[in-house]
Nanobody, 124 residues
Framework: QVQLVESGGGLVQAGGSLRLSCAAS????????MGWFRQPPGKEREFVAG????????YYADSVKGRFTISRNNAKNTVYLQMNSLKPDDTAVYYC?????????????????WGQGTQVTVSS
């Protein structure tokens, strides 16, 4: 099993940046592809970014492409989401998730483990 804990959320003005971290305990993260999802107020959870086990491949939702960067440090058992040029539409609870597959998954149901989420609020 894997326990995931997100951190780094907060309140930021539009155009600003935040870096989210997802720290894992239990089984090493190198056995999992990882993803970041978000759930805006009143909306369904949506895929944001994914990274494969080695970190050599990444994939982004169109809405964040060019602004967000997902990365991982398997030695530290941590995954990151660097968010730049933030917009009010990026306001959401952000979750990291672990998927035992070799490939990046964009569907929430394919992930086995989830963190508790961290709130990101972008003011205009």
């Amino acid at each position: 099993q894997v326990q995931l804990v997100e951190s780094g959320g907060g309140l930021v003005q539009a155009g600003g940046s935040l870096r989210l971290s997802c720290a894992a305990s239990g089984r090493t993260l190198s056995f999992y592809a990882m993803g970041w999802f978000r759930q805006p107020p009143g909306k369904e959870r949506e895929f944001v970014a994914g990274i494969n086990r080695s970190g050599g491949r990444t994939y982004y939702a169109d809405s964040v492409k060019g602004r967000f960067t997902i990365s991982r440090n398997n030695a530290k058992n941590t995954v990151y989401l660097q968010m730049n040029s933030l917009k009010p539409d990026d306001t959401a609870v952000y979750y990291c998730a672990a998927n035992p597959s070799l490939a990046i998954a964009t569907i929430a149901g394919e992930y086995d483990y989830w963190g508790q989420g961290t709130q990101v609020t972008v003011s205009s």
